[in-house]
């Protein structure tokens, strides 16, 4: 009965030999476009900045393009910034994500640097035209690992571009966007509070609404390091690509291997039985 059994098993442990040799060849395969990529994305990390793909370039931004440096003119868009979770080397805190309304008629959604979880200080960006360079960087839709954005409560796990794009677009804040002085009594702020007409905050907020953010990239962008400011902190992108690819394709071989030597104990047994 054993006997009879033995070529069965060694079959089923060639065809296990086949597979496993097959993965080490995936693995190889694996770790050769693994090191043509790092390539790629040390080069473009290595070339001079060039102009934030436009609208018309939209539908073509994919992975080829992640990593670009870049550089956008514009004006910041006068919110409060949607602050995601982050980990760095600096430890725990968010990013500081606010649209930039560019000289080109759109707005790209900029990834101003790291705050720490302790830092309560105002990041309102500054007024005013600016020049940002930076990493191109693709939208990271729905949230972290085992976490959800709560765009409702504030609560942001990824860069998701489209859901951060709809929470600026509700315009949350709007006294941030339109600051209103004091009224002489003392008891509101501004022609809204004082004379009970659409006061400018009102006005504000209906223009964010109808404007909103509809000619919004598809993308971020990671913002260079500014000399002199360290809230928020940019440049602190970390490029890193595994590539264990070696190790396991040595893993899958030496698997087929032992069970290559396994097959030839078995059929070895047979012949001498």
Known sequence: MVA???????????????????????QIQRRTWKLA??????????APPVAAPGPDRWPRIGTDHAYTRVRVEGT?????????????????????MAPLDTSRGFTVLINRGFVAL?????LTPPTGPV??????????PKGGFLRDNVPSEGRWYSRDVAAITS????????SAASPLPPSPTGRGKGPAAAGGGKGKDSAMSEDCTER?????????IDADATPGQLVPRGGMTVVRFPNNHLVYAFTWFGLAALIAFMTWRVTRVRASA
Do not use: N
């Open 212 to 220: 909103g953010m509809s000619s919004t990239a598809p993308y971020f």
């Open 4 to 26: 009879r059994r033995r070529p069965l098993l060694a079959a089923a442990l060639l065809l296990l030999v086949a597979a496993l040799c097959a993965l080490g060849i995936w």
């Open 37 to 46: 990529l790092i390539a790629q994305v040390e080069h473009r990390l290595a």
């Open 76 to 96: 910041w868009r006068p919110v409060k910034p949607v602050l995601t979770q982050a980990t760095t080397q600096l430890g725990g805190g968010f990013w500081v």
């Open 131 to 140: 020049t940002v360079t930076g990493l191109l960087r693709l939208t990271e």
């Open 118 to 122: 302790e830092d309560k200080r105002d």
């Open 167 to 174: 929470a600026f677009r509700r315009c949350p804040h709007p």
